[in-house]
């Protein structure tokens, strides 16, 4: 790795039900991102994520250990079954294997942990809570998950989630919305836990390059998500796509769209685009690579229109290229988006074709709009927040 680690402070067990792994690459890439901020400030971490799988038998067990190329020590613990659905819910069956794992690895390895830190409260916080109490060692969540009130309909899962959040030393929501979700549904739990830590932006990918003089007079907007159709959705790439053909038809405005992502909506889009008459590319799934060199050299605006975002990782990414964000006024964009760096609209057409109206008339400093991001959440600054929480709850944990 291109980033130097420090001498290793504490020992982290860190659990997650969204890891990278070798049937789903790209499965939450975002807590990869934070175990290497908590990694690179200067911890010694090993990953458990334990994922739940379809099959044809009734159930297979399977783990897989490594260490990747940061020196994250990694086990996959893969729970199969014909009955995925309800092995989700069955938290004593995921609790009796992960601890078989922990068990077999420290025989092996003789793993001793000051810390057990869970992604997510249900089911990993859970789990969380029951290992950090047989351990003896303090237990810290970040929360990535803004369904917390469908669980909390479920009384014993309810009554779980609460046990796991108001016993935790610290909960770190990835956004202030988020923080307040969870609040809304819990407020007995003590607000001194809590600590917003966002995630993280890989810097060293997405960041300002300056682009040259263009003679054509185009203007370029991309946008990123699994466009999948949904009874609930959560992306709405057809109120941009309205809005963007009303701009193009009104002011004869020559708009280029770049639509990155895959998902089962592709062919829809493609067609109302087509009837709309907006030029429009479909990348499909590209890695962030390619990501970052579309949004820092084929885009004058990122446009992301949504029914609700706990952070919304591609809008921080495109932001730390330097480029302006048309977005919708919901969830946690408004913590990201503001007049310097884009605007927020309400989900109608007729107020997205007013944001991107204002947007193209507004000059914004590409450099300026890089530079604050980067400095909110790079590994430096992330791992460095989360460091500070681990130092914290441990010393409270000795004062006891």
Not at 121 to 138: C, E, N, Q
Not at 283 to 305: M, P, S
Request: charged share 20%; aromatic share 10%.
């Amino acid at each position: 790795s291109q980033h130097q680690l420090p001498q290793k402070q504490m020992n982290i067990l860190f659990l997650t039900p969204w890891y990278p792994h070798k049937n789903a690459p790209y499965s939450g890439t975002f807590v990869r991102e934070h175990a290497r901020a908590i990694q690179y400030a200067g911890n010694d971490l090993h990953v458990m994520a334990v994922v739940i799988n379809s099959s044809s038998k009734i159930f297979n067990y399977k783990t897989h250990s490594y260490i990747d190329e940061d020196g994250i020590k990694t086990t996959i613990v893969n729970l199969s079954s014909k009955f995925n659905d309800i092995l989700y819910y069955n938290f004593p069956v995921q609790l009796f294997y992960l601890l078989k794992t922990i068990r077999r690895l420290n025989k092996q390895k003789h793993l001793q942990f000051d810390i057990v830190h869970s992604n997510v409260v249900y089911p990993i916080g859970v789990l969380g809570y029951f290992i950090s109490k047989k351990l003896k060692i303090p237990h810290v969540i970040t929360e990535h998950w803004s369904r917390i009130k469908r669980i909390m309909k479920l009384p014993v899962y309810a009554q779980l989630c609460r046990k796991a959040y108001t016993t935790s030393g610290a909960i770190l929501p990835v956004s202030n919305f988020l923080k307040q979700n969870i609040q809304s549904h819990l407020k007995s739990i003590d607000p001194d836990k809590f600590q917003v830590v966002g995630n993280v932006i890989n810097n060293d990918t997405f960041k300002f390059v300056a682009s040259p003089k263009r003679k054509d007079k185009n203007i370029r907007f991309t946008a990123i998500a699994t466009w999948n159709k949904k009874k609930i959705p959560d992306k709405l790439p057809k109120l941009f796509i309205d809005a963007l053909a009303i701009i193009s038809n009104r002011s004869g405005i020559d708009v280029q769209l770049t639509m990155i992502g895959s998902g089962n909506q592709i062919n829809d889009l493609k067609s109302k685009c087509k009837q709309h008459q907006v030029k429009a590319v479909f990348t499909g799934f590209i890695e962030k690579t390619r990501i970052a060199e579309i949004l820092q050299y084929h885009t004058d605006f990122f446009i992301h229109a949504s029914t609700i975002e706990t952070f919304s990782v591609v809008t921080a990414e495109a932001l730390s290229c330097g480029v302006p964000v048309i977005c919708s006024d919901v969830g946690a964009l408004s913590e990201l988006v503001d007049a310097s760096n884009g605007v927020l609209c309400k989900n109608t057409v007729e107020d997205w074709v007013k944001g991107i109206e204002k947007a193209i008339a507004t000059t914004y400093d590409g450099l300026k709009i890089s530079q604050t991001m980067k400095d909110r959440f790079s590994y430096k600054s992330i791992g460095k927040q989360v460091e500070q929480v681990y130092i914290k709850i441990t010393s409270n944990n000795k004062n006891i």
